[in-house]
Each structure stands twice: as C-alpha cells, then as structure tokens.
C-alpha cells in the first residue's frame, strides 16, 4: 500500500502540521502547545481537579505532571488544595495564566474560521463523521481485536 493511500498516514501527516503550526505561534508567546491545551481545559473560575486533566488531554500522568510543574514555575497556574475532596488538588489559572488562554483560544478560534472558510460544511460534517467513527473504533478496541486481519 501506497502512503499516500494510508488513512494512518494522512491522520498523522495533518496533525504533526497542525502541532507545528500551533507550537510556530505559542513559541512566539514562550510557550507551548501542550501549554495551550492545558489552559483551554482548566475550568476558568472554579479550576480543575488534577487528576481530571489527564484523561481531558489523553496525557499520561507522568507527562502531564511534568507539563504542570513548569507551567506553574511560569506563573501560569497554581494548585489548591480541592474543597470537595481533601486528597485532591485543583488546578486554577493565575491571571498570567487567564491570558495565555485568551491567545489561545483566538488561535484555535481562527484556525477553525479559516478552514470553514476553506472546506465545504458537507466535507467537514464528513470529516467528523469519519474521525469519530475512528476514534470509537479504537477505543473499543476493534482493530486489532481478531487475531486474523485481512491486509
């Protein structure tokens, strides 16, 4: 099989341009992308409990703990200990912090408006389509669940 005809390859193909890209524009702020990802899932006013930004983010917690320590030597978060849950801490953005989510979120807002402004919304409802059902296909395990796969 040809990559070109690959669905791996163009999955993975797009998404290291689009990491790229995003990392390209948060260097420019000294930052990073995964910085990004991390400030658009912390709840704004209330914070997020630690052990709820991982499975959010897909990130292991080795990384994510990584990820954390040096967004909070930045000034960009700080830890609390949770109210509801003594064994727990919430996540919350410092005002530093509240403002790398606003660039943040103009660049994923602007990314989406140029590709909708570039892609039929039939292409895009296909699209979803089509990576949703990926992604339900891998989660429940149903590529490689037979021992026989037809190449």
Do not use: C
């Amino acid at each position: 099989m040809l990559k070109e005809n690959s669905i791996d390859h163009h999955l993975r193909a797009t998404w290291q341009l689009v990491s790229k890209m995003y990392n390209e524009q948060a260097t420019k702020q000294n930052y990073t992308m995964a910085m990004g990802f991390v400030v658009l899932n912390i709840d704004y006013e209330n914070g997020t409990p630690s052990t709820s930004l991982g499975p959010l983010m897909g990130m292991e917690a080795t990384s994510l703990s990584r990820l954390l320590k040096s967004m909070e030597e930045k000034g960009v978060i700080y830890r609390e200990k949770n109210p509801d849950d003594g064994r727990g801490v919430l996540i919350k953005l410092t005002e530093l912090g509240k403002q790398k989510r606003e660039q943040a979120k103009e660049s994923v807002l602007r990314f989406n408006n140029v590709i909708q402004q570039n892609v039929s919304e039939r292409d895009l409802e296909g699209f979803f389509k089509v990576t949703s059902t990926i992604n339900e296909m891998v989660s429940k395990n149903l590529i490689f669940e037979k021992k026989e796969i037809n190449l």
